[in-house]
């Protein structure tokens, strides 16, 4: 049982000032939906398979947006962990290249877990090793790695060398990423920043210089619902060209019989009040 105020359903997001965008909520999967499997979204528009039509929904939203401002690097961020910002990352990039045909690459640049990797058997090569130099660009990519991936949606894994701290690591190769996001934004449609959980105020200038588009992905019943007000400082402070957020693990409301069963009611009794005052006209 959590001992703090978590984040209830979308109502509780109202108080997020409008200029951060909603882009829409996901939701909540039981781990026998899953199957084991990362990426969700499918070829086949199955308008019953509410995993494949949310991520699509935001995933048009998120472009729409982009397009507008011109943006072309997302980073995906949290206030903490297992909060599926992996997941819902990976999910949009998938239908980024599947349904919209872009190009889309993501770095696994969470140092901390290094999640995105992992899911990939942890490749030893990848993005620590560019940064020390000890790699060219080409060699860290990994293309369409995933079994029931697509065309367009590549890989830059985190790479297996040590490193201490991480923040301090990113901030100090920061030329050599600089070097390595331009490259990839004139090979690619759209570069995600699979990023660190944003634990502390310090930690969310990491990525400034790179990422147009910070999207925070918060986690019904899981997030700290106070930790929304640290949203507005961080929009404040002027890190980003744009925030934005998105719900995951929603209950979202379903229209079920008993619902179905009180429109009805509803129906019937506002039409027999009309019949009865008719009756008494007449």
């Known amino acids: 049982m959590k001992t703090y105020p978590t984040i209830k359903g979308e109502n509780d997001l109202e108080p997020v000032p409008a200029h951060i965008c909603r882009l829409g909520s996901i939701p909540l999967a039981a781990k026998r939906e899953l199957k084991s499997e990362y990426l969700v979204v499918r070829e086949k528009d199955n308008r019953k398979d509410k995993h494949n039509k949310e991520f699509r929904r ?17 980073m995906f961020t949290s206030f903490g962990q297992e909060s599926g910002k992996t997941f819902t990352a990976l999910n949009l990039a998938k239908s980024m290249a ?43 990519l ?40 331009a490259w990839l934004k004139c090979k690619y449609d759209y570069v995600f920043l699979n990023s660190m959980p944003v634990n502390c105020l310090a930690e969310a200038d990491i ?39 998105i719900l995951n693990g929603s209950k979202m409301k379903k229209t079920g019989a008993a619902d179905i069963s009180k429109i009805f009611i509803l129906v019937l009794s506002v039409f027999l009040g009309m019949l009865i005052g008719f009756l008494m006209v007449v």
Do not use: W
Not at 59 to 74: A, G, P, Q, R, S
């Open 58 to 74: 935001v995933c048009t939203k998120m472009i729409n947006l982009c397009d507008v401002m011109n943006l072309k690097v997302i």
């Open 207 to 245: 990525a400034d210089n790179y990422a147009g588009l910070a999207v925070f992905v918060l986690r019904e019943n899981h997030t700290d619902r106070r930790r929304l007000g640290d949203l507005e400082k961080i929009c404040q402070m002027k890190q980003y060209k744009k925030m934005a957020l």
């Open 98 to 140: 599947l349904v919209h045909k872009k190009r889309v690459v993501m770095l696994d640049t969470d140092l901390h877990t290094a999640k995105l990797s992992k899911m990939i058997s942890d490749p030893p090569v990848g993005l620590i090793s560019y940064l020390n130099k000890s790699i060219y660009n080409e060699k860290i």
């Open 142 to 181: 990994l293309y369409n790695c995933f079994s029931n991936g697509s065309k367009g949606f590549d890989v830059i894994p985190a790479g297996k060398v040590p490193v201490s701290n991480p923040s301090d690591f990113l901030t100090q190769k920061e030329d050599r990423l600089k070097e390595l996001i």
